[in-house]
Structures are given as structure tokens and as C-alpha cells.
């Protein structure tokens, strides 16, 4: 089992930029993809962008392609989602996870630890 701490989150105008960090420890991640999911209020949980173990493979959901970046540096046990041109609509909950898949699945399901979130917030 892995342990992810999120960081990074605040209050932010729309256009603006913030930069999320998940940290690991208990094991080091480079055996495992990573993926960013979010939660708005009364919203069910959502995939954002996952990158496989190997930073070869990188999905991301339409509605941040372009926008969001995610990114991994193993030396630090750590995964990056860099988000520019943030919009209201991006106001949520961001909750990095952890799978031994070696693709990058969608799937809530498929992701066996979670960090605990941290709250971006996008004001118009």
C-alpha cells in the first residue's frame, strides 16, 4: 500500500494557473500509474488525466485536454498536474491515485490508494 498526500490546491481567479503535487511514501511510485480524479459538490467522482508508470502514457478527459498537464518525477515520488486557464467549472476536489495497472484505465475501480484531496477553487 502506498500513502499519497495532495498538495498544491487554493482559491484562484478564472485564467489562472495553479499547480497540484501528490506525494508518495510507504513504497516508491515507479511501479505504479498514477492518475488525478475530481469531485465537485453533489457531482460524482471524475477522471481527470492518468499517466502510466513509465511517463509514456498519458490520457487525459476532453474537457482539460490542453489546459491540464500531468507529469511524474520518480526521483522525488512525486506526480505533478499542472492547470492553466482554469474555469469555474474546474472548482473541485482533486484526488490523486495509485494502480499496478500498466495502462492508464479511467476507472475509479481500478486504482487501489487514494490521497485524501486537496480543494481548488476557481472564481469567476
Known amino acids: 500500500q502506498v500513502q499519497l498526500v495532495e498538495s498544491g490546491g487554493g482559491l484562484v481567479q478564472a485564467g489562472g494557473s495553479l499547480r497540484l503535487s501528490c506525494t508518495a511514501s510507504g513504497r516508491t511510485l515507479d511501479t505504479y500509474g498514477m492518475a488525478w480524479f475530481r469531485q465537485a459538490p453533489g457531482m460524482e467522482r471524475e477522471f481527470v488525466t492518468a499517466i502510466n508508470w513509465s511517463g509514456t502514457l498519458k490520457n487525459y478527459v476532453d474537457a482539460v485536454r490542453s489546459r491540464f498537464t500531468i507529469s511524474r518525477d520518480d526521483t522525488k515520488n512525486t506526480v505533478y498536474l499542472q492547470m492553466n486557464s482554469l474555469k469555474p467549472e474546474d472548482t473541485a476536489v482533486y484526488y490523486c491515485?495509485?494502480?499496478?495497472?500498466?495502462?492508464?484505465?479511467?476507472?475509479?475501480?481500478?486504482?487501489?490508494?487514494w490521497g485524501q484531496g486537496t480543494q481548488v477553487t476557481v472564481s469567476s
Open positions: 491515485a495509485a494502480t499496478l495497472r500498466f495502462d492508464t484505465p479511467e476507472q475509479a475501480m481500478a486504482y487501489n490508494d
